[in-house]
């Protein structure tokens, strides 16, 4: 139990472009799911808290315009990266967060971006 | 804000050996401290955790301590295999908010 499937794990697309990634709680309700950068051989960075049915908090120096958060549901929230530019190339990964049958976080498989 | 320091950065070790990573956090709110083993290109994957209200918890081969006071934590990992090897990310709550703040990490190899 406790999944999270994250979607897709590869994409490379155009400086300039839209990319949507996809967070899903499989086998529970998440309503707090986080997000999180990770730069090779680095920490993870936390990047926002995503709460269902309302905005999206973000960690300081995290350009909200830049990296829109979407947590319209309790098992799905999504991370869009607008005008996607080189640097914004990383490894994004979330979590969720389980508050029923056992207290814990559950990351996705995570998504290597690369901007061209 | 909380701040949460991770050594060693690199462990090698024999197969069978015990390896420890210690972490040390500096927010005596922190409840909650996980231990996460990310193989490359993956995401992290939970080992261990545990809550300020204890000391001590083991799991099998893997074991985690708690000392409040001294705000640290360490991860023991006993009888090592080759399969063990992944980078180990410490982890602590941000005060009693829901967030986490991870360590710098460990790459820990194992050679057989």
């Known amino acids: 139990g406790a999944v999270v499937s994250q979607h897709p794990s590869r994409v490379i697309c155009k400086s300039g472009t839209s990319v949507k990634i996809e967070c899903r709680s499989l086998?529970?309700?998440?309503?707090?799911m986080f997000w999180y950068r990770q730069f090779p051989k680095k920490s993870l960075m936390l990047m926002a808290t995503s709460n269902e049915g309302s905005k999206a908090t973000y960690e300081q120096g995290v350009e909200k315009d830049k990296f829109l958060i979407n947590h319209a549901s309790l098992t799905l929230s999504t991370l869009t990266v607008t005008s996607a530019h080189p640097e914004d190339s990383s490894f994004y990964i979330c979590?969720?967060?389980?508050?029923?049958?056992?207290?814990?976080?559950?990351f996705g498989s995570g998504t290597r971006l690369t901007v061209v | 804000g909380e701040n949460v320091e991770q050594h060693p950065s690199t462990l090698s070790v024999q197969e069978g050996d015990s390896a420890v990573i210690k972490c040390t956090y500096s927010?005596?709110?922190?409840?909650?401290f996980p231990w996460y083993k990310q193989e490359l290109g993956k995401g992290p994957q939970l080992i261990i955790d545990?809550?300020?209200?204890?000391g001590e918890k083991k799991d099998q081969r893997i074991a985690v301590t708690l000392n409040k006071t001294a705000k640290h934590f360490s991860l023991h990992i006993t009888e090592t295999q080759p399969e063990d090897s992944a980078v180990y990310f410490c982890?602590?709550?941000?005060?009693?908010?829901?967030?986490?703040?991870f360590g710098t990490g460990t790459r820990l190899q194992v050679f057989p």
């Open positions: 979590s969720a967060l389980r508050s029923q049958g056992g207290y814990g976080y559950t």
């Open positions: 927010d005596s709110a922190s409840n909650y």
């Open positions: 982890a602590a709550s941000l005060g009693d908010t829901d967030k986490l703040i």
């Open positions: 086998d529970f309700q998440a309503t707090t």
């Open positions: 545990i809550r300020s209200n204890v």
